[in-house]
């Protein structure tokens, strides 16, 4: 299923990890397991933020894929199913359809 991750890292601490070297590896090492359709960077509220989405085969593997955000970068972290535009249409088709 199509999943949007938003995190929004806490400054002090993706500081550290910019200072010590190891964001490329982090990020290199997240974005390589999630394997994303589209990742965003960007400011949010005046701290580092992000958007990735990607496709989640099984539920259980939410802590494996959200822990870093928390432990590496001290993010809050949201999950949840999104759709792309393919998908929208499709959906809207069925509600008119009264399905």
């Not at 299923?1 to 910019?18: C, F, G, H, P, W």
């Not at 590496?72 to 949840?80: K, L, P």
């Amino acid at each position: 299923m199509r999943m949007m991750l938003r995190a929004v890292m806490d400054t002090a601490k993706t500081n550290e990890t910019i200072r010590t070297g190891r964001a490329q590896e982090l990020w290199a090492s997240i974005l390589g397991h999630l394997k994303p359709e589209a990742a965003y960077f960007s400011p949010h509220d005046g701290c580092r933020a992000c958007v990735i989405v990607f496709d989640m085969q099984d539920s259980t593997t939410l802590p494996v894929l959200v822990e870093p955000f928390f432990q590496e970068f001290g993010a809050r972290v949201e999950i949840a199913p999104c759709m792309d535009r393919d998908d929208l249409m499709k959906g809207l088709a069925q509600v008119a359809g009264g399905h």
